[in-house]
């Protein structure tokens, strides 16, 4: 198939963008390759030289953004060897990684317990605010959710019969429901009288809110950062809690700093 590369990146997006995918940062990336090719003169079929030398730039990214140009060209390389058979694929992993994953910490008993502690002496002005990230911290150690999917609970998303979570637009856009301990309903619940008793009459219907009633505010408190310094900042941490699951895979419920939690055996 005879077609310039302009016209071979918009025949690629909407050829993907027809099966669902949405492809902006790709798309975006991709025209930057015909800006490339044109600003240096390229001719003929598209090469693994272009394609290198273009992922690099520019020169002052960080080499994961290198990496991640560089794998959005070769896929599209992969995609138009069958329309145009000159085309050259450069191999996988010329530029590095494509991800660099920060080193996992997983919190002792310790230091959860140094996180209540520190949780718990945030100010008696507004008591809800100290409770809003005592339980916050408590319910990532005892589920295993991410921080994201805790500040994203609804109070419909408990269901306090069942004693189980549901978690909604989790990561993959997927939903699935989280067994609880009755010790963690009493705490939630605990949680929710003084939650009710600080906002009056709004009716607002995130569950953890900050101490004026906003979530974006709290949304940006519990933010990840870099490595803390101390305990009281660890609390504007994203806080990795212990793999959960059920009991009867080789886990059992035990007594932690913030009430029941899933323990190894």
Known sequence: MKMNLSKAVDFYLETRRSLGFALRQVGVELRSLVRYAQEVDHTGPLT???????????????PSYHALRFEIGRRFAQFWLS???RTEVPPLGRLGPLYARRAVHIYTPEEVGALMHAASELGSIH??????????VALLDCTGLRISEALGLNEQDIDWSAGVLTIRDTKGGHSRLVPVH???????????????KALQSRSISRLFVSWRGWTRRLQKQCQPVPHCATVGSLLMCSVIPRPCTCCSQGWTWRRSPCGWAMRAR
């Open 127 to 136: 008591p809800l605010r100290r409770s809003t990230f005592c339980t916050v």
């Open 182 to 196: 009755a010790s963690t309903l009493d705490a939630l619940e605990r949680y929710r009288r003084l939650r009710k």
């Open 83 to 85: 329309h145009e058979p």
């Open 48 to 62: 693994s030289c272009l394609i290198v030398n273009w992922a690099r730039q520019p020169q002052q990214c960080a």
